[in-house]
Every structure is written in structure tokens, then in C-alpha cells.
């Protein structure tokens, strides 16, 4: 019904933003990845949005990216998960990491965001793996520095070299996707797994 709202940012929250759409205030719930990314009050915004009715209730839900917004609506189809449980999912991981989990079955990670139990994860595994490629690109496509798709071999290399030293899929996918910006745009697997081992000694 209210596809995105466009207008200066009023007022930000630690879970809500308002937006003032000439004059109408329109206070949004965001999750942790959007309010981190929001402009300075006073100046516009666009947020796509998410209208959930109730018989008690109508909450709008808003994200920076229509990224953010399909994985929502997309998490809100599995069963028994409503949308502050989905809310909460894109506050604590970001949607490339939460689909890759997913591709990964890894339940570990699954669980480790909140309100995320191990059958709730099991479930999401169950009924969106074959859903997200519509989220995310594929995983054989890694991305390199500026956004521009780095060389898949080496990304898969250094995937397979931090799995053999202990690592999950899902950890070293992460921390080669935090690495990124920091590397250049075809670097070695060799550099890759340089950069995803201080990131996870960083954490």
C-alpha cells in the first residue's frame, strides 16, 4: 500500500525514524543496518517501507535498500516469524550474510540472532534456501573493492583455505565479505585470506 516514503528526516530513534512527508510525520521502525546508515536530521530520505496491519495496529517498516526490503518481506512468508523477529534478524546481520548462512546451513550462526531458535532455524533453512537468490547475488559471485565483482576462483579458494583452517562457510564467507573494501578489486585467494583472518581477529 505505501511502496517508500520520500521527505526530511525529523526526528531517529533507536529503533524508529520519522519522516516528515510535507508536514505528516511518519514514524518508520527500521532496523539496526538502515538507522546506521541514515542521513543527518534535517536533510531527505528515502526509505522503502512495509505496511503491517492488525486488528490493534498498522506499523510501518522502512529500509535504505530494496535489498533490505525483499529480505523482509521474504522472511515475514516463513512460518512463525512476524515482523519484529524479522526486524530483528536484519539488525543483527546483514542480508548478504544472512543469505549465506542460509545457502550454508548453518544453523549456528542461524541461531545466534535474536529470537532465532534452533528449529526456527531449521525452518528458515527448510523454506528460503531456494528462495534467496532473488535477495542477494549468487555466492560463486563475490564481490570485489568498489562494489565490482572479484575473480569467483580466488573468492572460492579462499573460502576453502579458511574452512581448512577450522573455520565455517558461513564465518569465512563474512569475513572475506567485511575484507572486501580493503582489498583490491583482483586479489589473490592468497590476499583474501590475509584480509578475512584480521578481520576475525578483530572480532
Known amino acids: 500500500m505505501i511502496a517508500f516514503v520520500r521527505g526530511r528526516l525529523a526526528l531517529t530513534g533507536a529503533d524508529n525514524a520519522v519522516v516528515?512527508?510535507?508536514?505528516?510525520?511518519?514514524?518508520?521502525?527500521?532496523?539496526?543496518?538502515?538507522?546506521?546508515?541514515?542521513?543527518?536530521?534535517?536533510h531527505?530520505?528515502?526509505?522503502?517501507?512495509?505496511?503491517?496491519?492488525?486488528?490493534?495496529?498498522?506499523?510501518?517498516?522502512?529500509f535504505l535498500?530494496?535489498?533490505?526490503?525483499?529480505?523482509f518481506e521474504l522472511l515475514l512468508t516463513v512460518t512463525q516469524i512476524g515482523p519484529r523477529v524479522a526486524l530483528g534478524v536484519l539488525s543483527a546481520s546483514s542480508a548478504g550474510e544472512f543469505r549465506r548462512a542460509v545457502a550454508f546451513n548453518d544453523i549456528t550462526a542461524l541461531t545466534r540472532l535474536p529470537g532465532i531458535g534452533k528449529k526456527?532455524?531449521?525452518?528458515?533453512v527448510l523454506e528460503l534456501k531456494d528462495k534467496l537468490g532473488s535477495v542477494t547475488p549468487?555466492?560463486?559471485?563475490?564481490l570485489g573493492a568498489g562494489g565490482a565483482p572479484a575473480p569467483a576462483d580466488a573468492w572460492d579458494e579462499a573460502v576453502e583455505a579458511l574452512v581448512?583452517?577450522?573455520?565455517?562457510?558461513?564465518?569465512?564467507?563474512?569475513?572475506?565479505?567485511?575484507?572486501?573494501?580493503?582489498?583490491?578489486?583482483?586479489?589473490?585467494?592468497?590476499?583474501?585470506?590475509?584480509?578475512?583472518?584480521?578481520?576475525?581477529?578483530?572480532?
Open 44 to 62: 531527505e530520505v528515502q526509505l522503502f517501507t512495509s505496511l503491517q496491519v492488525r486488528e490493534d495496529a498498522m506499523t510501518l517498516y522502512g
Open 65 to 71: 535498500t530494496e535489498e533490505e526490503y525483499a529480505l
Open 138 to 142: 549468487p555466492a560463486a559471485v563475490a
Open 164 to 203: 581448512g583452517l577450522g573455520y565455517s562457510r558461513a564465518e569465512a564467507m563474512v569475513a572475506l565479505e567485511r575484507a572486501r573494501p580493503g582489498l583490491a578489486e583482483n586479489a589473490p585467494a592468497a590476499e583474501l585470506v590475509r584480509g578475512a583472518l584480521r578481520q576475525m581477529a578483530r572480532a
Open 120 to 124: 526456527t532455524a531449521q525452518r528458515l
Open 20 to 42: 516528515d512527508v510535507g508536514g505528516v510525520g511518519y514514524r518508520v521502525l527500521i532496523p539496526d543496518s538502515t538507522r546506521r546508515h541514515l542521513p543527518q536530521t534535517g
